[in-house]
């Protein structure tokens, strides 16, 4: 039935109990969270019942955004992208298996592995708060491992490729990804190795994705972008900036734990601007002065929200730092990615 409209003059209208007050201030707080718990974010609480949310929630889709935008550079390197129905339909099949796939199959994974330490750390996570079996876990892995290999042979096929680049790449991530999150080796042990194997895959493996998708994978793109990925590794150590106590609880060697708070902060901010800066003087080296300028601009604003916010305060401004300066890192990346699509490489 039709809701009837109020008999009431607004300015007559009775007064609303205090229960009826707290529901209003908490309701939008509870529609907040449950959009942080189901893009997998920092703060987010228990609660979600749906099983398809929560395996949405252990792929984190927050992570998905940079490995979308690596496509995205990637293509722009190559220089051949057109602007067409077919080849935006490859490059969104490209970033489905750069992000929902293969990221959401990392991101499981590295929950599969980490349910102990984020039970300490992040207790409302689906793993340690109990909201889906182990069983479950294990076949959400191995569903998005495969289908993204399947997705990834698929483009291989579409670009004519003799040798599957896509698919050799995919494997190659996955088992990076594998290594980075499970025992023996669990690089992310090693505050060096472990971020460092993070930046690359954030930055490099879809950038290589893109190009090799639309162009020819050279080893010009390939050492330049493992190059971009050290300042990824700055970005990577944001990220333990949430978790050092139970890092240190758990032995694991990230770099708040290793050298501390303040000086990881500044590790943190000098990978990020020293290695922009680097590609920044590779491309004026190239004569792309123009795209040069740009980047250089858009450094600018990540050092500024860099002493504003991350080295005042690490542990408390490291999400407001992320939203307020990766906005002007993916920008450089695209600038960059358009001058080497430019470039006679």
């Known amino acids: 039935m039709a809701e009837q409209p109020s008999s009431l003059p607004v300015n007559d209208a009775p007064d609303q109990s205090p229960g009826a007050e707290i529901a209003a201030e908490v309701a939008p707080e509870a529609q907040g969270n449950a959009a942080r718990q189901l893009l997998g974010m920092k703060g987010a609480k228990a609660g979600e019942t749906s099983i398809w949310k929560i395996?949405?929630?252990?792929?984190?889709?927050?992570?998905?955004?940079?490995?979308?935008?690596?496509?995205?550079?990637?293509?722009?390197?190559?220089?051949?992208?057109?602007?067409?129905?077919?080849?935006?339909?490859?490059?969104?099949a490209c970033m489905l298996l750069s992000g929902p796939l293969l990221t959401g199959y990392t991101q499981t994974l590295n929950d599969f592995y980490d349910r102990d330490i984020d039970a300490i750390n992040e207790p409302y996570r689906p793993i340690p708060s109990g909201a889906i079996s182990i069983g479950q876990v294990v076949a959400q892995i191995l569903v998005l491992l495969v289908g993204g290999v399947a997705v990834a042979f698929a483009?291989?096929?579409?670009?004519?490729?003799?040798?599957?680049?896509?698919?050799?790449?995919?494997?190659?991530?996955?088992?990076?990804?594998?290594?980075?999150?499970?025992?023996?080796?669990k690089l992310k042990q090693n505050g060096w190795l472990g971020n460092y194997a993070l930046g690359a895959s954030y930055i490099a493996l879809p950038w290589w994705a893109g190009h090799a998708l639309f162009g020819?994978?050279?080893?010009?793109?390939?050492?330049?972008?493992?190059?971009?990925?050290?300042?990824?590794l700055g970005i990577a150590v944001v990220n333990d900036f949430k978790s050092v106590e139970g890092d240190r609880q758990m032995g694991l060697k990230s770099l708040p734990v290793m050298f501390g708070v303040t000086t990881a902060a500044w590790i943190c901010v000098l990978a990020i601007d020293i290695f922009q800066g680097g590609v920044a003087a590779y491309l004026m080296a190239i004569h792309q002065n123009l795209y040069a300028v740009l980047l250089?601009?858009?450094?600018?604003?990540?050092?500024?929200?860099?002493?504003?916010?991350f080295l005042r305060d690490p542990l408390g401004n490291d999400v407001k730092y992320q939203a307020s300066a990766q906005p002007f890192l993916v920008l450089g990346m695209l600038v960059t990615g358009l001058a080497l699509g430019h470039a006679p490489l």
């Open 216 to 232: 020819t994978l050279t080893w010009q793109i390939v050492v330049l972008t493992l190059f971009y990925s050290l300042a990824g």
């Open 55 to 92: 395996r949405l929630q252990l792929m984190k889709p927050i992570t998905w955004i940079p490995l979308i935008w690596g496509v995205v550079c990637g293509a722009a390197s190559s220089g051949n992208y057109r602007w067409n129905l077919e080849y935006v339909l490859i490059a969104a």
């Open 296 to 309: 250089i601009l858009l450094i600018i604003p990540q050092i500024t929200f860099q002493d504003m916010y």
């Open 155 to 185: 483009l291989d096929r579409w670009a004519g490729h003799s040798f599957p680049t896509i698919t050799a790449l995919a494997i190659g991530g996955s088992l990076v990804s594998y290594i980075y999150s499970a025992p023996p080796l």
